[in-house]
């Protein structure tokens, strides 16, 4: 069974930073693009982030550019999310997923989604 775990997140004060990390087990891990989502309260998911299967391309949404940086582990099958100077606004669920498609910025386009974890940037 393919399984994406998320974890790393919990509470920050506005201009902090955190980690978060997604586990993925029951796939060829290096054979997917993995891109990160995050749904606010009350608002639709959106797109946050994208690498490709070896990490030589990567896609951003305006508006955690410069702020928020992917990376990802071929061989520990673990794709991260390092977010800096966080904002209220950034404040929702965040979710890994996994594609077939070498990169990709839309929901469709992902095969395999974790269950989230709970980021909140207090003011």
């Known amino acids: 069974q393919v399984q994406l775990v998320e974890s790393g997140g919990g509470l920050v004060q506005a201009g902090g930073s955190v980690r978060l990390s997604c586990a993925a087990s029951g796939l060829t891990f290096s054979r997917y693009g993995m891109g990160w989502f995050r749904q606010a309260a009350g608002k639709e998911r959106e797109f946050v982030v994208t690498?490709?299967?070896?990490?030589?391309?990567?896609y951003y949404a305006d508006s955690v550019k410069g702020r928020f940086f992917i990376s990802r582990d071929n061989t520990g099958n673990t794709v991260f999310l390092r977010m800096t100077s966080l904002k209220p606004e950034d404040t929702a669920v965040y979710y890994c997923?996994?594609?077939?498609?070498?990169?990709?910025?839309?929901?469709?386009?992902?095969?395999?989604w974790g269950q989230g974890t709970q980021v909140s940037v207090s003011s």
């Open positions: 690498i490709s299967r070896s990490a030589d391309s990567t």
């Open positions: 997923a996994a594609t077939t498609a070498i990169i990709a910025a839309q929901e469709p386009s992902y095969d395999h």
